[in-house]
């Protein structure tokens, strides 16, 4: 069978992949990326690596993570955008990190405790309850076509299970929720500590100053905005970091059927012409309407069947064909 180097965090899903991959024949080395954030990971990988039986190495990512994460995470959200650091981190750092190991131990695989699955070189959806296949996007083709990805077909709920049985210690583990760097979730509070926070400024709606906000980095596009209109509920449409002002508007200007992706990154050949696919614009998994895309210079512009809620600058705007994934880019 194969050598799978496995990105083991600690978690309960790491966990259980390392089991399945054992249970069919592979040779598994667990690979623990190392932040600085916390040492619980560490210990509780350290712990499965040793009750299963596999091996543990360790690296050092945070100066990777600092340069190709960190740091993008807070301009954008400086720049008035709203960007996912796990989309970031994917393929710069922990699909780079797992792909080069492998490459070092002259092994065949890589594999991590993703919601997805791949096949024939392709990336599809994992099962539907819980599909993490659009934090996926950015992956480059050479790190899908050496992926294994055990957990695809199964829900949570059968994991946790799994994870009974096979004896694993963090089996009742809770979920990690959070951004890793950021384990308190106060994102305003970490870019505070880095560099002075953008100061308050006007909310507007319509042309018109309705409002002072306390500051463009805590707010984010689709956001309701109680108390500034006594007669209708207004949600933040816009976020201008350079005039400091976020603009406001009513439930149904939130809706759009054109959007446009920069920065794209194709999982199949770019399509010379119109592309018929469906589209994610936020990992929320109830909005997914079918579109045509199509290369327009540096973008690609997708027109939507259906509108999509609030599309935010930074979040990623993801094709789908079916179940497969196409490929994604940042929202503008």
Known sequence: MAHVILGLSGGVDSAVCAALLKRAGHTVTGLYLENGVSDTGARDAAAVAETLGVALDVLDIRSDLEQKVCAPFEAAYRAGRTPNPCILCNPT?????????????????????????????????????????????????????????????????????????????????????????????????????????????????????????????????????????????????????????????????????????????WLIDPPAGDLRASVRVRHPKWENPPCTARIDGDLVRITCDEPVRAPAPGQSAVLYDNDRVLGGGFIV
């Open 93 to 265: 750092v922990k699909f780079k990190a797992l792909l080069a190991h492998a490459d070092r131990l002259g092994a065949d695989y890589i594999a991590t405790g993703h919601y997805a699955r791949t096949k024939d070189g392709g990336l599809y959806k994992g099962h539907p309850s819980n599909d993490q296949s659009y934090m996926l996007c950015r992956l480059t083709r050479e790190q899908v076509q050496r992926l294994l990805l055990p957990l695809g077909a199964f829900e949570k709920t059968q994991v946790r299970a799994m994870a009974a049985d096979f004896g694993i210690p963090v089996a009742k583990k809770p979920d990690s929720m959070e951004i890793c760097f950021i384990p308190d979730k106060d994102y305003t509070g970490w870019m505070a500590r880095r560099a002075p926070l953008p100061g308050p400024g006007d909310f507007v709606l319509h042309g018109e100053v309705v409002g002072r906000h306390d500051g463009i980095c805590h707010y984010t596009v689709g956001q309701r905005r109680p108390g500034l209109i006594n007669d209708r509920k207004v949600y933040i449409s816009r976020i201008d970091a350079k005039t400091n002002t976020i603009q406001l508007d009513y439930w149904d200007a939130l809706f759009h059927t054109e959007v446009a992706a920069e920065q794209f990154n």
